[in-house]
């Protein structure tokens, strides 16, 4: 699960970079409808990605409510630590 959000967090870095990189300099003729086009792309991208860390998000919090839920039942005696370690690893 960390590396997932490794590679997600590096990846809008990584965009966010080459946004700065590409920035435009002075802007000639024509040149505006091109980077319309362009901020267009980079905000599908953008909300795409947004979207993603949401969905990771909310996979994140199950993770967290099941490990929360297995240590609880595992305080009270309902589950022994053979079995609690087994749904960690997993």
């Known amino acids: 699960m960390r590396h997932r959000f490794h590679n997600l967090s590096l990846f809008i870095a990584t965009l966010a970079m080459m946004v700065l990189i590409v920035a435009p300099g002075p802007a000639q003729a024509g040149d505006e409808t091109e980077y319309l086009a362009q901020w267009e792309r980079l905000d599908h991208q953008r909300a795409s990605l947004m979207q993603q860390l ?20 595992h305080a009270r005696g ?13």
Do not use: C, M, P, Y
């Open 54 to 73: 949401e969905e990771l998000e909310g996979e994140h919090q199950e993770f967290v409510d099941t490990i929360e839920n297995l240590k609880a039942q």
């Open 78 to 90: 309902d589950v022994s630590r053979r079995v609690l370690e087994e749904h960690l690893r997993e």
